[in-house]
């Protein structure tokens, strides 16, 4: 009687595998430059705006413009800023999406909710996440 042979169950690991940190602990080393400027207001606005930055940046890039094109037409209806501020908030969306695509490229978690907690002379952040499955490209 011939032996047979065990056979070995070789499974695949990811190429990268997905992040395990905290997404604030992530949106702070990303985006905390952006974040941390003006008074509790300012920064709000700009977790708000780097939020958004970073649920565009795990879109296709076809989408991704398509998303940043969305946003910039509802910003500067409810908000009513000179063209030249739109110009400024849309090239600081744009090098927040690159930064996020190199440095996070495998992290698809989208934000939910975010806020700035103040913390003494410093803040932290409490975000709100969900995992979305990759989809195809439309």
Not at 19 to 48: H, K, P
Not at 102 to 128: A, M, Y
Not at 131 to 138: A, L, M, Y
Request: one cysteine or more; glycine letters at 2%.
């Amino acid at each position: 009687m011939a032996r047979r042979k065990k056979s070995t169950k070789v499974t695949a690991r990811p190429a990268h595998p997905p992040e395990t940190r905290r997404l604030s602990a992530i949106l702070l080393e990303w985006a905390g430059d952006f974040i941390g400027v003006g008074d509790l207001a300012e920064r709000q606005s700009r977790l708000a705006v780097a939020s958004n930055a970073w649920n565009m940046a795990c879109a296709s890039p076809i989408a991704r413009m398509r998303m940043l094109d969305q946003y910039m037409a509802d910003f500067q209806r409810y908000n009513r800023v000179p063209e030249a501020d739109a110009a400024n908030i849309r090239k600081d969306i744009l090098t927040l999406v690159e930064r996020k695509s190199k440095k996070f490229p495998d992290d698809r978690r989208q934000i939910v909710q975010s806020r700035v907690v103040p913390k003494g002379n410093s803040f932290q952040l409490e975000v709100v996440s969900a995992d979305i499955p990759t989809r195809s490209e439309p």
